[in-house]
Structures are given as C-alpha cells and as structure tokens.
T-cell receptor, first 112, second 109 residues
Framework: EPEVTQTPSHQVTQMGQEVILRCVPI?????FYWYRQILGQKVEFLVS????????KSEIFDDQFSVERPDGSNFTLKIRSTKLEDSAMYFC??????????FGQGTRLTVV | KNEVEQSPQNLTAQEGEFITINCSYS?????LHWLQQHPGGGIVSLFM???GKKKHGRLIATINIQEKHSSLHITASHPRDSAVYIC???????????FGPGTSLSVIP
C-alpha cells in the first residue's frame, strides 16, 4: 500500500535553531498538507500546498514557517527560529481525487 | 465553537463488547473521515464517507448528512483496538481536514 514517509521520526533542537521536516508524499498526489498536534491537544491545520504554491494557511503558520517542494518529490516544512511552543508532532498528508487523505507517521519535534 | 465534536471523550470496554463512538459537526461537508491514532502518534485513515455506510472487518462507519452526525462502531472489540479514534471533516474536496478532539478507547482483556 502506498504511504507518506516523514523524516526524521524525532528531532530535538535548541531554541532559536532552524529545523527542516521532510515528507515524501504519495507519488501521484497533487495536494499536500502539514498539520501539528501539541501533546494532549487535537490536530491543527498549518498549511496546504497545490501547484507549487500555498493554497491556504492557518494563523499558526506565521513568518517563521515556510514550505517548499524542492525536487518534485519531497515536501518540506521549515521553521526558521524554533520556540519552545513549537514542540509538537508534525504530520504531513497528501491527497488526490476521491480517496482519503494519507497521513505520514509524524515527526516529533522537541525544542529545548 | 468547535466545528467537530465527539462523544464520549474516553471509553473503557471489556474485550468482546460492541463499541460506538459518535461524531457531530456543524458545517457543510464533502467528506468525513474516521482516523485512528496509536500511542507513538501515527495517524491511520480508517474510512472516508460522504454518505451511507462503510464496513471494513470489524469496523463500521455510518453518516447521516441531514443530521450532521456520524458513528463509528467496533464489533467484538479487542485490546489491540485500544487507540484514539478521531473524527475529521473536509468542507470541500482537497480542503484542509478539520479534526475533532478524539475519543480515547481502552479495551480491557
């Protein structure tokens, strides 16, 4: 079965450092998403991406965040200067017509 | 106000019991998803529904569009079913997924 792959599975970083979370969506999917889940809370939408541009972003997705699809297969989320409150599980998802969204296993980001 | 609500928040069942988790939503949708999240955090899609009923193994999902309500049933529950079950909706195709708060299920042997 096809799957969305995320790396790394766990990242620990110092406050103020830049992190890049990587995702390989399913190859024929066209719509890509990042979500996050702070421990004990529900999953929240960050950003959606289609046709090489952001289609929607939430209030959480401020100037510290960026996304790109650098090589047609990877889909990355960059946090420029991490804060303690960025500690969360980050999920990538991809979707195509008529089927459910596929979610990655998540990257647990810990900012210390 | 949350657009997606679930009940109960927590559920403990004996192995073999029939389990129902309910979801209500307040917006027009094109699809409703039931998802499973195990400890460790990965999310697995169980069902995507736009109408009617779907069945996969011991899991059954139903949706009533008019009443904006969906249920997830688990028959002959097993300890391996212990997980958080999340209801989530999409307002239009390819729109972001709006997640409910989840129902934490524990099935005791």
């Amino acid at each position: 079965e096809p799957e969305v792959t995320q790396t790394p599975s766990h990242q620990v970083t110092q406050m103020g450092q830049e992190v890049i979370l990587r995702c390989v969506p399913i190859s024929n999917h066209l719509y890509f998403y990042w979500y996050r889940q702070i421990l004990g809370q529900k999953v929240e939408f960050l950003v959606s991406f289609y046709n090489n541009e952001i289609s929607e972003k939430s209030e959480i997705f401020d100037d510290q965040f960026s996304v790109e699809r650098p090589d047609g297969s990877n889909f990355t989320l960059k946090i420029r200067s991490t804060k303690l409150e960025d500690s969360a599980m980050y999920f990538c998802a991809s979707q195509t017509s008529g089927v459910s969204a596929f979610f990655g296993q998540g990257t647990r980001l810990t900012v210390v | 106000k949350n657009e997606v609500e679930q009940s109960p928040q927590n559920l403990t069942a004996q192995e073999g019991e029939f389990i129902t988790i309910n979801c209500s939503y307040s917006v027009g949708i094109s699809a409703l998803h039931w998802l499973q999240q195990h400890p460790g955090g990965g999310i697995v899609s169980l069902f995507m529904l736009s109408s009617g009923k779907k069945k996969h193994g011991r899991l059954i999902a139903t949706i009533n569009i008019q009443e904006k309500h969906s249920s997830l049933h688990i028959t002959a529950s097993h300890p391996r079913d212990s997980a958080v079950y999340i209801c989530a909706v999409q307002k239009t195709s390819y729109d972001k997924v709006i997640f409910g708060p989840g129902t934490s299920l524990s099935v005791i042997p």
